[in-house]
């Protein structure tokens, strides 16, 4: 397979070490009102997995049909996943009103 | 080159909209933005991958997958309601994991030998995280949608430790063994099947208030699959989406931890530690209260909270707490929201319900701000939540929740508890604020009870 931009095994070393410390850092402080967005959020994100279906996919040709099939079936759960969730978490974040601030709690 | 600014756009866009995604007034915008990384990572694979040898046919065909995908996802995700939010987010993560296994196999059915040991273990990491994830999320859902499953056994536990001793045996002869080409589809594929049994068993005996603490691990768990898969496509969108996803997963996991002061290890054993067997039965004096009373009692109260848990989402009771809320503004009360991290079957599970029924986030209050001036709150009604609230968890070591941050709604004047029975919480721990002299208990549906106190308030 002929890849127009891809990483070595130790680039990619470098990168899931680097990314993981980015990613605790940047969701660290999290408001409890978030969590269910940010929770279907991610998981739509991860519904990029189906990148590699779209490699397997383009990759094949009609003489391996099971192959194709089973590129397009990984294709398929991947797009319900990625759409369905960035879809559900855009609709869980407009019913939130942020327009004032949280409140403090009772007054004495 | 113009590829790899495109990835790296890309990537960028990943982050900085996660990044927005924890911040309140900006997390639609995040949404969005990763959203459209994500496409744009798409477009350039697809580009790149196909040539003048591509024929039209499959390029066809991945449009219309990508299409028709993108339609299934839009009608499920307009269709479900809030309450079930807990089940579409495991659904579409089960998604996700099966997506992983099935492209692990198929890389190594139409590439054939593996040549290094890296790939062999990126593969069989992969397939082992993606099938866990996605049978794993499909009982999660089936027990979040109260489908019948089997009762928890001891058994399963120990099914489960076999496979995953299995696996590693498996994972670690790999690595040990000189490279077998023949043999590694064969290994793979049997490593994939364990996966998919582990993940079955290994979710069966999660009680239901746990589920927090299961779905951000199940998520996290297709984090590190698409993490793998990104090794194995050598995709770095792939990785840094993976791993975001790990990290979110992961953390969200620690916090409702936390939030039950319990360790991981405990909540995937599936049990409280063993709480005492023989519960002291002593019997309860219950101080029973009628709604009437308590709309009366509401009436003559500044500042009242209300304590949900999963019993108002059982109840669908959310839109009767926005009328109480809205019925008490109009005789001078101010009625606020306490919530509790692990309140509800997912994590932040309440806060969307509240905001479903146009509950003003402004009058939604963390458990750590509200604690510390609970006693200035005339009343706090108790709605479906039990556990949370008893206060066993500070002053009793002998009770299994002890040490688990609870709400202080005992400290309270006044606290009204919504019950439909006399069950015990999740713990099965008697609940000691019922024993408190502030402590009333109203009986019966809490959607009817809300309703009768509303109506009973406007007469006032």
Redesign the interface.
């Known amino acids: ?1 002929d ?7 130790i ?2 070393l470098f ?2 070490a680097l ?2 410390l ?3 850092e ?37 003489e ?1 049909p ?3 099939a ?29 327009k ?9 | 080159m113009s ?2 600014l495109v ?1 790296l756009a890309s990537a960028v866009g ?2 900085q909209g ?2 927005y ?2 911040d ?2 900006r ?2 915008l ?3 933005v ?2 459209a990384s ?1 496409v744009i ?2 477009i350039a ?2 580009i ?3 040539g003048p040898g ?2 039209s ?3 066809a ?2 449009v219309g ?2 299409l ?3 339609v ?3 009608v ?3 269709r ?1 309601a ?1 309450t079930a ?1 807990p089940q ?2 495991s659904i ?2 089960a ?2 994991g ?3 296994v ?2 692990g ?3 190594v ?3 054939g030998p593996v040549d290094s040991k ?1 790939l062999g273990i990126v593969l069989i990491l992969g397939g082992v995280f993606g099938g866990t994830a996605f049978t794993g999320s499909m009982v999660a859902y089936m027990k979040l949608d109260g489908r019948k499953l089997p009762r928890p056994v001891k058994a399963h536990k120990h099914v489960a430790q076999v496979l995953l001793l299995t696996m590693s045996a498996i994972t670690l002869s790999y690595l040990i063994a000189p490279s077998d080409y023949l043999a590694f589809p064969t290994l793979l594929l049997t490593i994939s099947i364990a996966a998919l049994l582990y993940g079955i068993f290994f979710t069966l005996p999660i009680g239901g208030a746990d589920m927090p603490v299961l ?2 691990l199940l ?1 996290a768990l ?2 590190v ?3 793998m ?21 992961l ?2 996991t620690t916090q409702m931890c936390t939030a039950m002061n319990r360790s991981l290890g405990n909540v995937l054993a599936g049990s409280f530690r063993s709480s005492g067997a023989v519960v002291n039965e002593a019997e309860q004096e219950i101080k029973p209260i009628t709604a009437v009373e308590t709309a009366s009692l509401l009436a003559f109260c500044k ?1 009242v ?1 209300v304590v949900p848990g999963y019993g108002m989402a059982v109840a669908q009771a959310q839109r009767e707490c926005f009328a109480l809320q809205e019925q008490l503004r109009q005789n001078g009360v ?1 009625l ?1 929201f306490i ?1 509790h ?1 692990v309140a509800g079957r ?4 309440m ?2 319900l509240l ?2 029924a ?1 509950i ?7 458990m750590s ?2 604690n ?2 609970m006693e ?2 005339d009343a706090v009604l108790v709605i479906g939540a039990n556990d949370v609230v008893n206060p066993a968890a500070e002053n009793d070591p002998t009770s299994s929740i002890y040490g688990m941050p609870i709400i202080r709604a005992y400290k309270a004047k006044q606290v009204i508890v919504m019950k439909r029975g006399m069950a015990k919480g999740y713990s099965g721990v008697t609940n000691t604020l019922f024993d408190r002299a502030n402590c009333k208990v109203l009986f019966g549906d809490a959607k009817e009870s809300l309703l009768t106190i509303i109506n009973e308030l406007k007469r006032i």
């Open positions: 397979m890849f127009s931009y891809s990483i070595t095994p680039d990619g990168v899931v990314s993981l980015l990613g605790f940047v969701i660290k402080n999290i408001p409890a009102v978030l969590h269910t967005p940010l929770m279907s959020g991610s998981n739509a994100i991860s519904g990029i997995i189906l990148i590699g279906g779209i490699i397997q996919l383009l990759n094949t040709t009609a391996s099971w192959t194709m089973a590129a397009s079936l990984a294709v398929l759960l991947g797009t319900v996943n990625m759409a369905g969730g960035f879809f559900v978490t855009h609709r869980m974040l407009s019913m939130f009103s942020v004032r601030k949280p409140a403090n709690g009772p007054r004495p | 590829m790899a990835y990943l982050v996660l990044k995604m924890g309140p007034a997390a639609k995040g949404n969005t990763a959203a994500v990572a798409l694979v697809a790149a991958h196909s591509t024929s046919f499959t390029i065909l991945l997958l990508i028709f995908g993108t299934i996802g839009k499920w995700s307009d479900v809030m939010m579409l987010v579409f993560n998604l996700g099966a997506c992983a099935v492209l196999l198929n890389a059915h139409s590439e890296f779905i951000s998520n297709t984090g699959a698409t993490l898969a990104g090794l194995l496509f050598h995709d770095p969108v792939m990785l840094i989406g993976g791993i975001l996803v790990g990290a979110t997963g953390l969200l500042q909270a101010d606020h919530i991290p997912m994590p932040g599970h806060n969307v905001a479903e146009n003003p986030y402004a009058s939604v209050i963390d701000a509200a510390g001036k200035y709150y």
